[in-house]
T-cell receptor, first 113, second 112 residues
Framework: NAGVTQTPKFQVLKTGQSMTLQCAQDMNHNSMYWYRQDPGMGLRLIYYSASEGTTDKGEVPNGYNVSRLNKREFSLRLESAAPSQTSVYFC????????????FGPGTRLTVL | GDSVTQMEGPVTLSEEAFLTINCTYTATGYPSLFWYVQYPGEGLQLLLKATKADDKGSNKGFEATYRKETTSFHLEKGSVQVSDSAVYFCALSVRLGQNFVFGPGTRLSVLP
């Protein structure tokens, strides 16, 4: 049971390049989330998916797109990276319908030059 | 909207000192409350939680009590260790776990 996995762990992009961050969970959770973590800002929700086939915007969705590929996988895409998107990105998941805690992946550290 | 306020730190303590990290919240509903810990280079891990008023969450010597009257969920530990050095996040959920709100995090450094 690996929990929540994310790839890659580190990435450096040039402004304007695109990339996709991958996330997968093996806990049979319905809901999945993408956050970014910036110094002094805590975690901010980018997008979430309450269940397979649905996605919704969070607090800071601009510049990002997501795909809930199936129940296990939830990807985050940067179409045209900007330096303001330099951050650490975390994927999380939890059961839907209860006050259950979220389980987090190890994060992806992204630098946009 | 829903929000969480916590002392930002950094907090520096000597080993075996008493720890308190304050957390207060505002919420439109009746939230569940959580403390998460993030060790260097890692993701967040759940430390403890409480789902209703007067509940006490506890784990690894840490405790926090859900105080509805003061809208608080302060984290305490009686004797910290060097290994407790990490960033601690207070969080709430008001919509059946759908959407969490995190505080800014408090960095704790424990010196030997």
């Amino acid at each position: 049971n690996a929990g929540v996995t994310q790839t890659p762990k580190f990435q450096v992009l040039k402004t304007g390049q695109s990339m996709t961050l991958q996330c997968a969970q093996d806990m049979n959770h319905n809901s999945m989330y993408w956050y970014r973590q910036d110094p002094g800002m805590g975690l901010r929700l980018i997008y979430y998916s309450a269940s397979e086939g649905t996605t919704d915007k969070g607090e800071v969705p601009n510049g990002y797109n997501v795909s809930r590929l199936n129940k296990r996988e939830f990807s985050l895409r940067l179409e045209s990276a900007a330096p303001s998107q330099t951050s650490v990105y975390f994927c999380a998941s939890n059961k839907r319908g209860t006050y259950n805690e979220q389980f987090f992946g190890p994060g992806t550290r992204l630098t946009v030059l | 909207g829903d929000s969480v306020t916590q002392m930002e730190g950094p907090v520096t303590l000597s080993e075996e000192a008493f720890l308190t990290i304050n957390c207060t919240y505002t919420a439109t509903g009746y939230p569940s409350l959580f403390w998460y810990v993030q060790y260097p280079g890692e993701g967040l891990q759940l430390l403890l939680k409480a789902t209703k008023a007067d509940d006490k969450g506890s784990n690894k010597g840490f405790e926090a009590t859900y105080r509805k009257e003061t809208t608080s969920f302060h984290l305490e530990k009686g004797s910290v260790q060097v290994s407790d050095s990490a960033v601690y996040f207070c969080a709430l959920s008001v919509r059946l776990g759908q959407n969490f709100v995190f505080g800014p995090g408090t960095r704790l450094s424990v010196l030997p």
